[in-house]
């Protein structure tokens, strides 16, 4: 016997395929092909970006829109209002100006750390106000009714008030509020 492998003749021989950078094994795509993945990768891109912003976004603005002011109750003569409470002093500086109006049943308190003079006055309003002072015991020290808008740049003080409380005008009246009267708040 021969160690000589036997000659196959008519048969072609395949040979392996040549690697290189053009033929590896991320498919080639027609020109038309790669000008559609292009675009998906730019718009999933994009997408990316529009979601991320949206995200970012919402974080922001989630505490703004979604935002509720603490309140406090206050019941008198059989009556609830709600008080909406500014206790920061952008809170206190904004308090109820620029709002167009006010429910009959709401109010804002406006409280501070301790009793000393508070002044206020009607600036950016746009309807009219009864304004309450009150002194640490919750007791009224000072009563302003139906004050307007256009009485601004005037000034409304009292001395040793802790917490303000303005209403829509006349409910004090309507409440039978009085100067020495204490509330429950």
């Not at 990768?41 to 919402?58: D, N, P, Q, V």
């Not at 600036?123 to 009485?151: A, E, T």
Request: with cysteine.
């Amino acid at each position: 016997m021969s160690n000589k492998m036997p000659k196959v003749t008519g048969a072609k021989t395949k040979s392996a395929p040549k690697i290189t950078e053009s033929s590896s094994r991320v498919p080639q795509h027609s020109g038309s092909q790669r000008t559609h993945l292009a675009w998906a990768i730019k718009y999933k891109r994009k997408l990316l970006y529009g979601i991320g912003i949206g995200i970012a976004l919402l974080a922001v603005l989630a505490p703004a829109v979604f935002y509720k002011a603490p309140t406090a109750r206050l019941d008198v003569a059989g009556h609830s209002i709600t008080l909406e409470i500014a206790h920061t002093d952008a809170e206190r500086q904004a308090g109820l100006s620029g709002r167009d109006t006010m429910a009959e049943n709401q109010g804002m308190v406006f409280t501070f750390e301790e009793s000393s003079k508070q002044c206020f006055w009607m600036k950016d309003m746009k309807f009219n106000l009864d304004i309450i002072f009150l002194d640490s015991n919750h007791q009224i020290v000072k009563l302003y009714h139906n004050l307007s808008p256009q009485s601004y740049p005037k000034s409304y003080c009292a001395s040793d008030t802790r917490y303000v409380i303005e209403l829509n005008a006349g409910q004090s009246a309507k409440l039978g509020l009085n100067i020495g009267q204490r509330l429950s708040i």
